[in-house]
């Protein structure tokens, strides 16, 4: 591959290379690495997942015990608030969250606020509950918080000013780059984080002053209803906003009981959830967004979350008509639980499909957190096979800090799906985290993600153990290494080892390069 400047200006066999070769250029001999395109996480917080890599890791706790004996240790060696992340009950023996009481006495009646790893609850102590009056609002049940409840706690606990915001932020960013991470889709949201935040990450507060770091695809979750609305909210962004779209909830998190269902939870038959949204909010914010020109979108997790978001979908395309809801490519988060009746209509709409394969490595497996929660239910989650086979566009993330920023793990788990049915094949991964990366944000240039004359020098170099083409057993070749096949090889995923990067460049510039490299 010839680089010239930022932009790829020829590919070709060693031989070729040979003879185009002269004095003018530097070579470099990656010694068998892998070279592709960059990726691109289709969903993260970004300040967040800054603020988890700082913060007391709790995925690593197996038992409640296990959780209490971390928060413990960590009262012991800090002052003041005790911030965790990524703790999940459900593979634990006692199958329960930590109160408020058993957070006090580990501390030491210290404030504890520790995210559940989907971050759309958590569980406190009773210090930091007493202080925020959390038990007179929404959602408290003992020291675990969702709704109101938790938005309080998690704002309270991310009271950051700027300096450290930007820590945060700078944090993320360079491991993201560190993983081959070219860009990063900022689902940015009131609830999560103030508006200074997302406008810092976009470069119009100040700035990272870390040198280069991947892009931000900014979006902001916030609900309007009306242009004076939209003008408003949109306006300290200075129009650089890829959309009023992301974390816009519809619904909540199957973790937290908060996904809104059609039918009760298998393990908590008194609850259906939680609909954030009207049909008609959803539709009205559509068709708003539609008229300006920008994405619109929500996360959706329940099956009659996303029967309220369809149902918008039809009063927007009522309002402006299907070919301009069309055009529009609205984008839908997490699609979790979509049937074949919902992906028709996502294909009908334009819809895109931004997805997380962590979560079904995560909470697929027989017995794990799907099946504890929907039943039988639990086996038509995250259709990545169908919404691909049906023609919707599927981009896919991290959720970061949900799950880590690893693309390979994400197109592992895709091709390896708990569902046989729904796996892809590699390739159809690779470019979920790639190229689709991109034009789910609507970029302009059809040559990001792509490795081709013309398109921007985007990329990463990988240390890799072996390479194939993989497909889903069942669907043909479970793989091959044969190049007169005309596809283009990947790291073989079912080894112990994963692939590592060695370097990462976004147009032409150096956003990470490993030791000795």
């Not at 917080?45 to 240790?73: F, K, W, Y």
């Not at 690779?430 to 020098?457: C, D, E, K, V, Y």
Request: contains cysteine; glycine residues 10%; proline residues 4%.
């Amino acid at each position: 591959m010839l680089v010239e400047g930022d932009t790829v200006a020829w590919v070709g066999s060693e031989q070729a290379a040979a003879s185009l070769q002269d004095s003018r250029m530097d070579v470099v001999d990656l010694g068998g690495a892998l070279i592709t395109p960059g990726f691109v996480d289709a969903h993260a917080h970004i300040t967040e997942t800054g603020a988890a890599l700082s913060s007391l890791d709790l995925t690593s706790a197996a038992s409640l015990t296990e959780l209490l004996d971390l928060v413990a240790q960590a009262a012991a060696g800090t002052e003041g608030l005790i911030v965790g992340y990524g703790w999940d009950e459900s593979s634990w023996p006692e199958r329960r969250v930590p109160t408020a009481a058993e957070l006090d006495a580990a501390s030491g009646s210290r404030p504890v606020y520790l995210a559940r790893t989907d971050v759309h609850c958590a569980v406190v102590s009773g210090t930091l509950a007493a202080a925020l009056n959390l038990a007179a609002h929404d959602g408290w049940d003992n020291g675990f918080v969702v709704r109101a409840a938790h938005t309080l706690a998690r704002t309270a606990s991310r009271s950051l000013d700027l300096a450290q915001r930007s820590r945060y932020q700078q944090a993320a960013l360079k491991h993201a780059a560190a993983h081959g991470i070219i860009a990063v889709t900022e689902m940015a949201a009131p609830h999560i984080s103030p508006v200074e935040d997302l406008r810092q990450l976009m470069g119009l507060d100040g700035s990272l002053g870390a040198g280069p770091l991947p892009e931000v695809l900014p979006y902001w979750g916030q609900l309007v209803q009306s242009e004076s609305e939209l003008a408003e909210v949109t306006a300290p962004f200075e129009g650089r906003l890829r959309g009023l779209a992301g974390d816009l909830n519809m619904d909540g998190s199957i973790g937290a009981r908060t996904a809104a269902l059609r039918t009760p939870y298998t393990d908590a038959p008194e609850t259906s959830g939680t609909l954030y949204l009207t049909a008609e909010q959803a539709g009205r914010h559509l068709e708003l967004a539609t008229r300006a020109g920008l994405q619109g979108g929500f996360h959706v997790i329940g099956d009659a979350g996303l029967d309220t978001v369809l149902a918008g979908l039809r009063i927007a395309a009522e309002a402006v008509g299907e070919e301009q809801i069309r055009a529009s490519h609205h984008r839908l988060e997490h699609v979790e639980m979509a049937d074949d009746a919902a992906i028709a209509e996502m294909v009908r709409y334009g819809v895109i499909a931004s997805m997380q394969p962590g979560f079904d490595a995560a909470w697929g497996s027989s017995g794990g957190l799907y099946e504890q929660r929907l039943g039988e239910r639990s086996s038509s989650m995250n259709r990545f096979a169908s919404l691909l086979s049906a023609g919707v566009l599927v981009a896919l993330g991290s959720d970061g800090p949900v799950m880590p920023l690893d693309p390979w793990s994400a197109v592992r788990a895709a091709v390896f799906h708990s569902n046989a049915a729904e796996r892809i094949s590699s390739r159809a991964a690779f470019i979920g985290h790639t190229r689709a990366g991109w034009r789910a944000a609507g970029s302009g240039n059809f040559m990001l993600g792509q490795l081709a004359p013309g398109a921007p020098a985007s990329y990463a170099v990988w240390e890799v153990e072996e390479l194939m083409v993989q497909t889903p057993e069942g669907k043909g070749a479970a793989w091959s290494t044969d190049p007169r096949a005309g596809t283009p090889l990947l790291p073989a995923l079912d080894t112990a080892h994963q692939p590592r990067c060695l370097l990462t460049v976004h147009n032409g510039t150096e956003l990470y390069r490993s030791v000795g490299f």
